[in-house]
């Protein structure tokens, strides 16, 4: 059982950066595939990227790939996002998700993988 718990949103001006952080306080995340999603007003929800919890293999969206950073932290059993040069088409409210069993890989292609899911906090890019 995982109750996912996301922060460090907020509204940051175009060019500027952010770091989201995504907890459990039932379960450790060390053993499960970890994806941070997004969606935007009238958008579907989309992958933004996923790191596996075998070797830390990543996989980034095209869109931010060069810009963010996922990452886990063990020690504190947090993942991580760190976000730099957001633009408006960042602006979106950001889930993080877990993948309890499935595969080794981890994908941002197929949200059903993901068992358990964040409330989001939301990313607002603006001047």
């Known amino acids: 059982q995982f109750e996912l718990v996301e922060s460090g949103g907020g509204l940051v001006r175009p060019g500027g950066s952010l770091r989201l952080a995504c907890s459990s306080s039932?379960?450790?995340?060390?053993?499960?595939?970890l994806g941070w999603f997004r969606q935007a007003p009238g958008k579907e929800r989309e992958g933004v990227a996923c790191?596996?919890?075998?070797?830390?293999?990543?996989t980034y969206a095209d869109s931010v790939l060069g810009r963010f950073t996922i990452s886990r932290d063990n020690a504190k059993d947090t993942l991580l996002l760190q976000m730099y040069s957001l633009n408006a088409e960042d602006t979106a409210v950001y889930y993080c998700?877990?993948?309890?069993?499935?595969?080794?890989?981890?994908?941002?292609?197929?949200?059903?993988?993901?068992?358990?899911w964040g409330q989001g906090t939301q990313v607002t890019v603006a001047s």
């Open positions: 790191i596996t919890y075998r070797d830390s293999s990543t």
């Open positions: 039932e379960s450790s995340l060390d053993y499960v595939n």
């Open positions: 998700a877990a993948a309890v069993s499935g595969p080794e890989n981890c994908t941002i292609d197929e949200l059903g993988r993901y068992h358990y």
